[in-house]
């Protein structure tokens, strides 16, 4: 897919933030596979993007870009899941090693 793709030559830098809008379907019995793959993967990637031994890619990607003279600044991947109902939040915020917001506001 896309990610992969992105991933392969070196421009995962480009994705700065993942909504996974209904987060809760990661139970479902048909969907949340792909979901939790899909999540499981971005967060994989985005912990190996950040550490210090970046890929040739990535340091080739940067580069190119810096001599173009653009930033080419590395920002963490932010994932942002939102649910209305979500009972093992924190089991969820655990695995994904995130940080919670909960709001009992409706808009």
């Known amino acids: 897919g896309v990610v992969q793709r992105l991933a392969e030559q070196g421009r995962l830098h480009e994705i700065v933030a993942v909504v996974a809008d209904e987060i809760h379907l990661v139970g479902d019995t048909s969907r949340g596979a792909s979901l ?22 990535d340091a080739s990607a940067e580069a190119a870009a810096a001599s173009a003279g653009a930033a080419a600044q590395r920002r963490p991947l932010q994932l942002i899941g939102m649910s209305a109902t979500l009972p093992n939040l924190d089991d969820l915020a655990r695995w994904l090693d995130a940080a919670t917001y909960v709001s009992s506001e409706r808009p």
Not at 37 to 57: D, G, I
Request: glycine share 0%; no cysteine.
């Open 36 to 57: 939790e793959r899909l999540l499981a993967k971005m967060r994989l990637l985005a912990v190996a993007a950040a550490s210090p031994r970046a890929t040739q890619a």
